[in-house]
């Protein structure tokens, strides 16, 4: 099963906003509301963002949010921090009952 | 505190075996899925395998179907992935990683530091 679809890189300005979107199938983002968004610094262990689509783990930012439309998952980041420049991986779900990444999406501040 | 403290990896010959650890504290193991997610150099995550919290149900990506198998032992909260006929595009750090659920693999909301596996001649 192939990976899912994110953009390689986006970058915006601090303060701004930023939506990355993922890409999938019926078999998976598209068929099941088990969207999750993993942020991942240099050297530090990837961490939970966003699951269930939209759920905000305890302790992360109220900046994260997470939509999906059809086949199309997206994060959106609101007031950009400096801190916030790290790989975004989405992931989803399938019906193998497995879970199948997105290839990335760097984030530039 | 949730502490994951993955180990095992290393350098092995192609067609060669290797099996990691992961040693679990600060939450109830048996409670859990538990699984392993890993990234090649340059390249994105790739969720592997998960068992789940009972040890009866194992899930796997289909490019270790067959070669890999993981497994549980609750009573020393500890993680395995015996890793068989390795081949060169399974060099990864390889990740422990605990799942918010019990059966199925879906969330993980925590991860270990990471294990190198590298095979090459």
């Known amino acids: 099963q192939s990976a899912l679809t994110q953009p390689a890189s986006v970058s915006e300005s601090p303060g701004q906003s930023i939506t990355i979107s993922c890409t999938g199938t019926s078999s998976d983002i598209g068929g099941y509301n088990y969207v999750s968004w993993y942020q991942h610094h240099p050297d530090k262990a990837p961490k939970l963002m966003i699951y269930?689509?939209?759920i905000r783990p305890s302790g992360v930012s109220n900046r994260f949010s997470g939509s999906k439309s059809g086949n199309t998952a997206s994060l959106t980041i609101s007031g950009l921090q400096a801190d916030d420049e790290a790989d975004y991986f989405c992931?989803?779900?399938?019906?193998?009952?497995?879970?199948?990444f997105g290839g990335g999406t760097r984030l530039t501040v | 505190e949730v502490q994951l403290l993955d180990s095992g990896g290393g350098l092995v010959q192609p067609g060669g075996s290797l099996r990691l650890s992961c040693a679990a504290s600060g939450f109830t193991f048996s409670s859990y899925a538990m699984g392993w997610v890993r990234q090649a150099p340059g390249k994105g995550l790739e969720w592997v395998s998960t068992i789940d919290s009972s040890g009866s149900r194992m899930y796997y990506g289909d490019s270790v179907k067959g070669r890999f198998t993981i497994s549980r032992d609750n009573s020393k909260n500890t993680l395995y992935l015996q890793m068989n006929s390795l081949r060169a595009e399974d060099t990864a750090v390889y990740y422990c990683?605990?799942?918010?659920?019990?059966?199925?693999?879906?969330?993980?909301?925590?991860w270990g530091q990471g294990t190198l596996v590298t095979v090459s001649s």
């Open positions: 269930d689509v939209n």
């Open positions: 990683v605990k799942d918010t659920r019990q059966k199925l693999p879906q969330y993980f909301d925590y």
């Open positions: 992931s989803s779900s399938t019906s193998k009952t497995t879970v199948i």
